[in-house]
């Protein structure tokens, strides 16, 4: 996701449903920044879902489209090397999609 979301950044149109992927921690602090309370917070299992063979096929969409933006030569190698690490732990189909991140706060 984070791939995808660096690599959409540059696209002037995008019809990607990850644009903006924020950590947990920079969601929390956004939270308490607009004045919203923190309530709970819970993982959601999403080991059935087939998201992430998804997901990887998306990157590796997205690592070819990079080329053919303009951004900084530095950024895209960087983006490059991640997409390498994560093929290295990717295996051909079957792979589990990392946990989902929910939020209840109130205002």
């Not at 819970?42 to 997901?55: F, H, K, L, R």
Request: glycine content about 4%.
């Amino acid at each position: 996701m984070l791939i995808q979301g660096q690599i959409e950044a540059f696209k002037s149109e995008s019809e990607a449903n990850i644009r903006t992927p924020l950590s947990r921690s920079c969601l929390m602090t956004l939270m308490s920044e607009a004045g919203w309370a923190l309530e709970s917070k819970s993982s959601i299992d999403t080991a059935g879902m087939q998201d992430a063979d998804w997901e990887i096929q998306m990157a590796e969409s997205s690592i070819k489209s990079a080329r053919n933006l303009v951004m900084p030569e530095k950024l895209l190698g960087v983006l490059e090397s991640q997409f390498e690490l994560l093929q290295s732990f990717a295996i051909p189909k079957g792979n589990m999609a990392l946990p989902a991140f929910s939020v209840v706060a109130t205002r």
